[in-house]
């Protein structure tokens, strides 16, 4: 069974970092492009970050690009949002999403999904 599991998320100051992971089991992650996506409280998910199979192509929303970097360890299964310079904004549950189609852009589609982790940004 496919399972995606997010961590890595907690509270942090303004201007702080953190580093989010994603550990797929039951599938071969290798093959699969995986985004990260976010919700902020009472707005929509969207996305935010995804990077295909082989790691050539990334993708960032313009509210991340310079300050968020994507990257992934196919032999651990993992896919890392670096996540720097944290702003209020930047507050929301974040979940990772996998998409069969290993170069896909933001737009996926994304077939699984993680249950996600709370990112806060707060002073």
């Known amino acids: 069974q496919l399972h995606l599991v997010e961590s890595g998320g907690g509270l942090v100051q303004p201007g702080g970092s953190l580093r989010l992971s994603c550990v797929a089991s039951?599938?071969?992650?290798?093959?699969?492009?995986i985004g990260w996506f976010r919700q902020a409280p009472g707005k929509e998910r969207e996305a935010v970050s995804c990077?295909?199979?082989?790691?050539?192509?990334?993708y960032f929303v313009d509210s991340i690009k310079g300050r968020f970097t994507i990257s992934r360890d196919n032999a651990k299964s993992t896919v890392y949002l670096q996540m720097n310079n944290l702003t209020l904004e930047d507050t929301g549950v974040y979940y990772c999403?996998?998409?069969?189609?290993?170069?896909?852009?933001?737009?996926?589609?994304?077939?699984?999904w993680g249950q996600g982790t709370q990112v806060t940004v707060s002073s």
């Open positions: 990077i295909s199979s082989a790691e050539k192509i990334k």
């Open positions: 999403a996998a998409c069969g189609d290993s170069d896909a852009d933001l737009t996926g589609p994304w077939d699984y």
């Open positions: 039951g599938f071969n992650v290798d093959a699969y492009a």
